[in-house]
């Protein structure tokens, strides 16, 4: 039974060989490549140009067509009966897409590219190669506000809240600082169980601040460290800021950031620690930085964290902790 109907001015055929008849070969459907257009040809599965592997060890070949670089398509023996559509004609060659008994598919046709470099419209993506670039680019920025608040247990740290607190405009001045680099001005901690993750992500952390210096100061600059804090009071340096530029005797926004170059395990009932460190040079009065915090300035740290830090825990409620 043959049907044929207009679509647009594309004729569209639909053919049914199968009469139930025992003398009727099976047919198929393949490519033609004489000429310039490429054209689809109805063929007796056994006619010439057309052949099924027999011989004893060979794969049970769906079909072959003759010349080595046609597709081959077919259940490979030799390879745990996988069914695999290969370029070439060989199903042991690379396959293009190859089904697994398993039901799990390999294949050139697939990628597995976390950061989808590829960047293809032909190609299928992995479950976990999805999972991690929509983490990397949606899920993994976490801003940490700072604060004038006290921890309640560590003396001289601030806390490092997971969200904006909503209070009014903040500050803290450092100790008078003579001329010397990497003195200590300002540190913050996030509170007990937050961020509560397993690892920090490799990239690009950044610190937005806004700082002040007196009058007649002498020129400071800042840098900033990111550490994790372990039960124990253990804290270990995981990154440094480049060095900003000086801290205006007015109030001035600063952007400055640290690179991590690869992820970084750390414990989930580790803390987050900030610290702030001052390049003093000479000339001038002994230097007092302000740094401004809450309200209109909102000076925090953007983290690069897990969607999903925590087990059973979503994120959200982790990071909400922090207001507490």
Request: net charge negative.
């Amino acid at each position: 039974m043959a049907i044929k109907y207009k679509k647009g001015r594309v004729l569209v055929y639909i053919v049914d060989v199968d009469s139930g008849l025992a003398e009727n070969s099976p047919y198929v459907i393949i490519p033609d490549d004489e000429g310039g257009n490429k054209r689809l040809l109805l063929c007796d599965l056994l006619a010439t140009g057309v052949t099924v592997a027999v011989a004893a060890g060979d794969p049970k070949v769906l079909y072959r067509i003759g010349a080595v670089d046609k597709w081959v398509a077919g259940v490979d023996d030799s390879d745990g009966d996988h069914y695999k559509i290969t370029p070439g004609g060989l199903l042991d060659a690379i396959p293009a897409l190859d089904l697994n008994p398993d039901g799990s598919v390999e294949g050139s046709i697939i990628l597995d590219e976390d950061d989808m470099i590829s960047d293809s419209d032909k190609h299928l993506a992995t479950q976990q190669s999805i999972k991690e670039y929509v983490g990397l680019a949606v899920g993994s920025i976490k801003d940490f506000f700072l604060s004038d608040n006290d921890d309640p247990v560590i003396a001289n740290y601030h806390i490092l809240y997971g969200s904006d607190t909503g209070e009014v405009g903040s500050t803290l001045t450092s100790a008078a600082m003579p001329e010397n680099p990497d003195q200590l001005m300002f540190s913050y901690i996030t509170v007990a169980g937050v961020p509560g993750i397993f690892n920090l992500r490799a990239g690009v952390y950044g610190l937005h601040v806004h700082l002040s210096r007196g009058i007649g100061d002498k020129p400071t600059a800042f840098y900033w460290t990111l550490s994790k804090y372990t039960i124990g009071d253990v804290e270990t340096v995981v990154m440094a800021s480049e060095i900003s530029t000086a801290i205006p005797t007015v109030i001035g926004s600063f952007n400055t950031h640290a690179t991590l170059a690869d992820e970084y395990a750390i414990l989930a009932t580790d803390r987050l620690v900030l610290k702030l460190y001052a390049n003093v040079e000479a000339g001038g009065a002994n230097s007092e930085v302000t740094i401004y915090m809450e309200g209109t300035y909102d000076s925090h740290l953007a983290a690069n964290l897990p969607a999903l830090p925590t087990a059973g825990i979503p994120f959200v409620v982790a990071a909400a902790l922090g207001t507490l």
